[in-house]
């Protein structure tokens, strides 16, 4: 597709559940971001790839979360042991080679954590 | 104190008016500066993009940066209902890991009128 692509869209799970978030970056960007936006507040960085390897993952905020873009595409991230505090927009973007702060989000996915 | 300040709103105003959306920050070593859109459930869309201090054009918006008060502006000129949307600056160091590695503001509000 023509974007950058995320699913599922909306995810409900109970707290303690392993969630699974995907993203499929738009072709030819090999930088991929993930951030997370809590309700009325701007986005949060996480973690940045840089083709398969993740070149920063400062913004994680606990070894429940970790991501993966084993083939340089599409990224998983995974939360283990989800929290209620985890209930938030998850959104995935992408970067076209050359550009500084030019990305292109998706849609996101949508967590809520009961 | 956050890195990036905004004044949530929320911000009404009625069709026609120009619109003035501003934001603070506090690391000297920001040097882009970005204004992103966000409609209801989407991802956020790139607005605006600057580079240092100075001011951009495209059509009814302008950008303004000015780094030695560390100040963020974006006008938008003859506001449109479709302008209706959350208002995100943005902001990165230079080089390397630091690309699409954004700090956000908390976004603004706005609602235009007929």
């Known amino acids: 597709g023509a974007g950058v692509s995320q699913t599922p869209s909306n995810k409900v799970t109970e707290k303690g559940k392993y969630v699974e978030l995907r993203c499929d970056p738009i072709?030819?960007?090999?930088?991929l971001y993930w951030y997370r936006q809590s309700l009325g507040q701007g986005p949060e960085f996480l973690i940045y790839f840089q083709g398969t390897g993740a070149a920063d993952d400062s913004g994680l905020p606990n070894d429940r979360f970790f991501a993966v873009r084993p083939e340089g595409s599409v990224s998983t991230l995974k939360i283990q042991r989800t929290e209620r505090g985890d209930s938030a927009v998850y959104l995935c973007a992408s970067r076209p080679p050359g550009s500084a702060g030019e990305l292109f989000f998706g849609e996101g996915s949508r967590l809520t954590v009961l | 104190q956050k890195e990036v300040e905004q004044d949530p709103g929320p911000l009404s105003v009625p069709e026609g008016a120009i619109v003035s959306l501003n934001c603070t920050y506090s690391n000297s070593a920001f040097q882009y500066f970005m204004w992103y859109r966000q409609y209801s459930r989407k991802g956020p869309e790139l607005l605006m993009y600057?580079?240092?201090?100075g001011n951009k054009e495209d059509g009814r918006f302008t950008a303004q940066v000015d780094k030695s008060s560390k100040y963020i502006s974006l006008f938008i000129r003859d506001s449109q209902p479709s302008d209706s949307a959350t208002y995100l600056c943005?902001?990165?160091?230079?080089?390397?890991?630091?690309?699409?590695?954004?700090?956000f503001g908390q976004g603004t509000i706005l609602t235009v009128h007929p």
């Open positions: 072709s030819g960007h090999t930088a």
């Open positions: 600057t580079y240092s201090s």
């Open positions: 943005a902001t990165t160091n230079a080089g390397g890991t630091s690309y699409g590695k954004l700090t």
